[in-house]
Nanobody, 123 residues
Framework: QVQLVESGGGSVQAGGSLRLSCAAS????????MGWFRQAPGKEREGVAG????????YYADSVKARFTISRDNAKNSVYLQMTSLKPEDAAMYYC????????????????WGQGTQVTVSS
């Protein structure tokens, strides 16, 4: 079982930065993949960034490459998403998620979810 709690959302002007944090409570062994997803009103949820918790390999949606950085601190069972050069289209509810699947790159099969943290970007 994994419980996830996000923090760090807020409002920012376009071009600004935010850092999201996700703290995981793990009752067995650490998930292989942790990721960040987002969902804007009227749109489907999409994978934004993922990381293999052991190897540290990272994966990004094309829309956020070079602007967002995912990182992890295994000692703290935490994952972070540093978001820079934010655009109005980045505004969404951001969710932290985890899976024990070994493949992180496809943003599929994440079955543990946090409650979400809102990111608002004004133009």
């Amino acid at each position: 079982q994994v419980q996830l709690v996000e923090s760090g959302g807020g409002s920012v002007q376009a071009g600004g930065s935010l850092r999201l944090s996700c703290a995981a409570s793990v009752y067995a062994y650490r998930p292989n993949c942790m990721g960040w997803f987002r969902q804007a009103p009227g749109k489907e949820r999409e994978g934004v960034a993922g990381i293999h918790t052991l190897a540290g390999t990272t994966y990004y949606a094309d829309s956020v490459k070079a602007r967002f950085t995912i990182s992890r601190d295994n000692a703290k069972n935490s994952v972070y998403l540093q978001m820079t050069s934010l655009k109005p289209e980045d505004a969404a509810m951001y969710y932290c998620a985890a899976t024990y699947r070994s493949t992180c790159s496809d943003f599929v099969g994440y079955n543990y979810w946090g409650q979400g943290t809102q990111v608002t970007v004004s133009s």
